[in-house]
């Protein structure tokens, strides 16, 4: 016995309600769970360290109170490079300012906010977190390629060759060693 067009109809408008249903429900999990999969190795810390449950308060003034603080510092740093990546480095400078929040003596993360404020034309200001970010851990053999990318940008030679000197003879990645090298072999 073939159905009427009043079940079809029926059918239809249940189908939708519980689509909506369905939707309402994955959605509010979605927001209140986001996911932290996927984060970028240089700014999420291989160690897993115990991360506070909050910002200070001053923190959040600081940074705007009006904003939604994320309090997962691996999805923060996710977003963080996903700004990077995609030029958009006001908004990046300010994911990797909150990062320090979080964990104020990552040397990646200044190495990254360091070239992300160079990127933004804030030269000066990149040089001094790059520098505190050097005071955080000598030993960063990254930081201390930005630092000198950052002053051969500026035409501070000598400043650029000591920083390239640096990352061509501590850490162990010979990638970074290669790159200050070749920007040392480039230097006048």
Do not use: C
């Given at each position: 016995?073939?159905?009427?067009?009043?079940?079809?109809?029926?059918?239809?408008?249940?189908?939708?309600?519980?689509?909506?249903?369905?939707?309402?429900?994955?959605?509010?999990?979605?927001?209140?769970?986001?996911?932290?999969?996927?984060?970028?190795?240089?700014?999420?810390?291989?160690?897993?360290?115990?991360?506070?449950?909050?910002?200070?308060?001053?923190?959040?003034?600081?940074?705007?109170?009006?904003?939604?603080?994320?309090?997962?510092?691996?999805?923060?740093?996710?977003?963080?490079?996903?700004?990077?990546?995609?030029?958009?480095?006001?908004?990046?400078?300010?994911?990797y300012?909150?990062?320090l929040?979080?964990?104020?003596?990552?040397?990646?993360?200044?190495?990254?906010?360091?070239?992300?404020?160079?990127?933004?034309?804030?030269?000066?200001?990149?040089?001094?977190?790059?520098?505190?970010?050097?005071?955080?851990?000598?030993d960063n053999?990254?930081?201390?390629?930005?630092?000198?990318?950052?002053?051969?940008?500026?035409?501070?030679?000598?400043?650029?060759r000591?920083?390239?000197?640096?990352?061509?003879?501590?850490?162990?990645?010979?990638?970074?060693?290669?790159?200050?090298?070749?920007?040392?072999?480039?230097?006048?």
């Amino acid at each position: 016995m073939p159905r009427d067009f009043r079940f079809w109809t029926l059918m239809a408008v249940f189908q939708l309600g519980f689509g909506f249903a369905v939707f309402a429900v994955t959605r509010d999990y979605y927001v209140q769970a986001p996911t932290t999969a996927n984060a970028h190795p240089p700014t999420a810390r291989q160690d897993s360290p115990a991360w506070p449950n909050a910002i200070a308060a001053n923190e959040i003034a600081r940074l705007g109170a009006n904003q939604f603080v994320i309090r997962d510092p691996v999805e923060l740093s996710r977003q963080a490079d996903v700004y990077f990546s995609n030029r958009q480095y006001a908004q990046a400078a300010e994911m990797y300012e909150r990062l320090l929040a979080f964990d104020p003596n990552n040397a990646e993360v200044y190495n990254n906010l360091g070239l992300t404020l160079h990127y933004l034309g804030r030269s000066a200001e990149a040089l001094q977190r790059l520098d505190e970010g050097v005071a955080v851990d000598p030993d960063n053999q990254r930081i201390w390629l930005t630092t000198g990318y950052v002053n051969s940008e500026l035409g501070k030679i000598d400043q650029a060759r000591r920083a390239l000197a640096n990352a061509t003879l501590i850490g162990d990645n010979e990638s970074i060693r290669q790159s200050a090298q070749q920007m040392l072999d480039n230097l006048p």
